[in-house]
């Protein structure tokens, strides 16, 4: 079964970064887009960036030029590299994947920026 396991999250001050990770198994993971939402208290969960198979690359306006999204397919990981955080990125962050018409999540990982 497809099954993806964040890690990676934690408390860091404004201006830091964190490294977020996501292992995924249960699928050719190469021949699939992968993306990371987030979703903070009472608010809707939204995209925060995706990439494609290809590694093309799309970004939430709020984040572009401070994270990053990337992949190693021989590892079956995808990754977010969160740079000059701030406190509105606080969330619980969720790695996700579309495959046969269905989304698949991960449990979701912490993220909080405070000073």
């Known amino acids: 079964q497809v099954q993806l396991v964040e890690s990676g999250g934690g408390l860091v001050q404004p201006g830091g970064s964190l490294r977020l990770s996501c292992a995924v198994s249960g699928i050719i993971f190469s021949v699939y887009g992968m993306g990371w939402y987030r979703q903070a208290p009472g608010n809707q969960r939204e995209v925060v960036a995706r990439?494609?198979?290809?590694?093309?690359?799309n970004y939430a306006d709020s984040v572009k030029g401070r994270f990053t999204i990337t992949r190693d397919n021989a590892k079956n990981t995808v990754y977010l590299q969160m740079n000059s955080l701030k406190p509105e990125d606080t969330a619980v962050y969720y790695c996700?994947?579309?495959?046969?018409?269905?989304?698949?999540w991960g449990q979701g990982t912490q993220v909080t920026v405070s000073s």
């Open positions: 990439i494609r198979s290809t590694s093309g690359t």
């Open positions: 996700n994947v579309f495959v046969g018409g269905y989304d698949y």
